[in-house]
């Protein structure tokens, strides 16, 4: 059973002009180095259940809520190509109670409890949300539950295309320091700058979806990592 991964000299600030912003430092070339697949038995499932397809290549998610992360990973990008099959067999609703279809990505995944989400949102309200939620001195799903998550406001910001039933789609995400880059289908969709605590743990890149089926391939830079445990 097999994934897919998805992975200046300074010379002193001249004074910029009024009428002129700042464009964000866009990530390195290290964060944009080429993706390879990661494979099933990399993949630390802490949620749900994956299903190997028959090509081996493809990994198939039927479960309300399935949550993975790559072991003994530390990648700074990652992208995940996913065709979308239908809502799952079972809701799972959030723990606010929001029925929320989704899938996307997890990044410096330490725990449960403090991870970067970048989540492409099918329904109700489709949209690109990122967030991180950080719980200090907290790591299982008991100790924290649905609390410390920070909505994380875009510098940029556009509509990512519409999600149909057995289309192919990709979500790459790309981190260089605290700077964020999101693409979807190979249009930028989300630029930004994650908050100060998003620095303060580290860990795996992984993925989540919530109320729907999908067909996976998640990809990070070097692709599969040799077989670790499971944190």
Not at 153 to 179: D, K
Not at 212 to 221: D, K, S, W
Request: proline letters at 9%.
């Amino acid at each position: 059973m097999t994934t897919l991964a998805l992975v200046l000299p300074a010379c002193g600030p001249s004074p910029l002009p009024r009428h002129e912003a700042k464009v964000p430092t866009p990530p390195a070339a290290s964060a944009r180095a080429p993706l390879e697949p990661v494979a099933l038995a990399s993949l630390c499932v802490t949620q749900g259940r994956l299903f190997a397809r028959a090509d081996g290549q493809r990994i198939g998610l039927h479960d309300g809520a399935v949550r993975a992360v790559i072991a003994g990973d530390r990648s700074h990008a990652a992208e995940l190509v996913f065709r979308y099959q239908g809502p799952s067999a079972f809701a799972a609703p959030l723990a606010s109670g929001e029925l929320r279809r989704q899938i996307g990505l997890k990044l410096h995944a330490q725990d449960t409890c403090n991870v970067v989400y970048v989540m492409w949102h099918l329904e109700p309200v489709p949209k690109i949300a990122v967030s991180v939620k950080h719980n200090p001195g907290a790591a299982t799903h008991r100790e924290c539950g649905d609390r410390g998550y920070l909505n994380v406001q875009p510098q940029t910001s556009t509509a990512p295309p519409s999600i149909e039933r057995g289309a192919r789609h990709a979500l790459r995400v790309e981190l260089e320091g605290s700077y964020l880059r999101v693409t979807a289908d190979a249009v930028v969709v989300w630029t930004g700058r994650l908050p100060g605590a998003a620095a303060t743990f580290d860990g795996p890149a992984g993925f989540r979806t919530d109320n729907g089926a999908f067909e996976v391939e998640l990809r990070v830079p070097g692709g599969s990592r040799e077989a670790s445990v499971c944190p």
